[in-house]
Structures are given as structure tokens and as C-alpha cells.
């Protein structure tokens, strides 16, 4: 079993930064793949950044250049810096644990991640 708990969220103007931090509890996850997914209101879970145990990422095109997903395995922690935020960043970014033989290409897909974190709320404002 493995805990995840989200922190570092808040309120934000357009073109600011905010660091998000995930640390994990429970097992060893370092080998983990981790993921940041976030969900606005009334749309779908999305994902976002994606990181394997040997630090090869996935993002997605709307986050590209502008977020950066690192993980410290000896911490137990996953982050993810996020620059030149938008209002359309607005959700509640979710940290998630999946196998750690998921491959790049399927970082994205939601349904492959086992334990997910409670979520942080990110507010960008124009």
C-alpha cells in the first residue's frame, strides 16, 4: 500500500510559479512511475507529467516547456514545477503511483495508476 499526500498548491497570478510536492509513504516506491494528473471543474481528469524511476518523462503538449516533474527517490518525494501558469492551469492537481513497468507512452492513461494522492487545488488568476 502506498500514501500519497499532495502539498504546495494556491493562489497564483497568470505568468507565476508554484512548486507542487508529493510525498510518498507506505513502501518503497522508487520504482514507482509517478504522475501528475489534474482535474478542472466539470471536465475530465487530465493528465499532465509523468516520471519513471530512472527519471525518463512524459508531459502533456498544454504543460510542455513551461512544467518540469523531478522525483527524489531517497526522499520518498515527486514534484512538479510549474511556470508561466495560465488560468487554464486552474484545477486540483493530483499526485498518482503507478507500475513501475509502465512505459512513456503510457504515463498518460489514468486507469494504469494504482494509488492516488487526495489533491491539491491550484487557482491561476487573470
Known amino acids: 500500500q502506498v500514501q500519497l499526500v499532495e502539498s504546495g498548491g494556491g493562489l497564483v497570478q497568470t505568468g507565476g510559479s508554484l512548486r507542487l510536492s508529493c510525498a510518498a509513504s507506505?513502501?518503497?516506491?522508487?520504482?514507482?512511475?509517478m504522475g501528475w494528473f489534474r482535474q478542472a471543474p466539470g471536465k475530465e481528469r487530465e493528465f499532465v507529467a509523468g516520471?519513471?524511476?530512472?527519471?525518463?518523462?512524459n508531459y502533456a503538449d498544454s504543460v510542455k516547456g513551461r512544467f518540469t516533474i523531478s522525483r527524489d527517490n531517497d526522499k520518498n518525494m515527486v514534484y512538479l514545477q510549474m511556470n508561466s501558469l495560465k488560468p487554464e492551469d486552474t484545477a486540483v492537481y493530483y499526485c498518482?503511483?503507478?507500475?513501475?513497468?509502465?512505459?512513456?507512452?503510457?504515463?498518460?492513461?489514468?486507469?494504469?495508476?494504482?494509488?492516488w494522492g487526495q489533491g491539491t487545488q491550484v487557482t491561476v488568476s487573470s
Open positions: 498518482a503511483a503507478g507500475p513501475s513497468f509502465l512505459a512513456a507512452q503510457a504515463m498518460g492513461v489514468r486507469h494504469r495508476y494504482d494509488y
Open positions: 507506505g513502501r518503497t516506491f522508487s520504482r514507482n512511475v
Open positions: 516520471i519513471n524511476w530512472s527519471g525518463g518523462t
